[in-house]
């Protein structure tokens, strides 16, 4: 178990260090996590609404901070270039990414053209039934998005890499708002860029 624990110390890390120096990201970030830990609440009792709130407001907030205000150029601090990072993340990279919100994006037009998706459903007969359907769609593809980037991890890096990376993205919500929950004080102070001269990768 120590192992276990190591690595998801390190896989927390490498994502902060390497992913996380916009004040604005991390802000962001701190809303994405708020947000899910609400979708997790109420997963419980009504997954269609969970599942909306987690992908309208707890994802697309995270993934607009990566896409659109964290730094893409030569990270100094790490001395590492965005490709070499975008080559050694172990989740799901900017590439990755830009699939699994496309899927995302347009799995609801499978409602559309398909309103019981092939018998699962009662075919909607208002917004609000379509909606709900989108939800437990878009649950679908959140739990399809996580199950196969960890067993993928299971054969590239090990089955406990895709574990511990499993663990670290369900947790991800509750080490978020602990990690950044100053970010928006310090973007008001003007603070874009988080100072990380005392961080050397060394630390790692």
Same mark, same amino acid.
């Given at each position: 178990m120590s192992a276990f624990f190591d690595e998801l110390t390190l896989q927390r890390w490498d994502d902060h260090r390497y992913y996380h120096h916009s004040r604005i990201n991390q802000s962001l970030h701190l809303v $994405? *996590?708020?947000s899910f830990v609400a979708a997790y609440a109420i997963l419980l009792v009504d997954p269609a609404i969970s599942a909306l709130l987690a992908w309208l407001v707890s994802m697309t907030s995270?993934?607009?901070?990566?896409?659109f205000f964290e730094p893409k150029g030569y990270d100094e601090v790490n001395h590492a270039t965005n490709d070499h990072k975008e080559a050694i993340k172990v989740g799901y990279n900017l590439k990755r990414k830009v699939v699994l919100m496309a899927i995302w994006?347009? $799995? *609801?037009?499978l409602l559309v053209l398909d309103p019981t998706l092939c018998g699962l459903?009662?075919?909607h007969t208002d917004l609000i039934g379509f909606a709900r359907h989108t939800g437990l769609l878009w649950l679908g593809v959140g739990v399809g998005g996580l199950?196969?980037?960890?067993?993928h991890l299971?054969?590239?890096k090990g089955v406990q890499?895709?574990?511990v990376w499993m663990t670290k993205i369900l947790t991800d919500p509750f080490h978020d708002i602990l990690l950044y929950y100053k970010a928006p004080m310090a973007l008001i102070r003007?603070?874009?860029?988080?100072p990380r001269q005392h961080q050397a990768t060394s630390t790692r």
């Open positions: $994405s *996590a708020i995270r993934q607009a901070g990566h896409f994006a347009t $799995s *609801a037009l459903f009662e075919a199950v196969f980037r960890t067993v299971f054969f590239i890499s895709g574990l003007g603070e874009l860029i988080e």
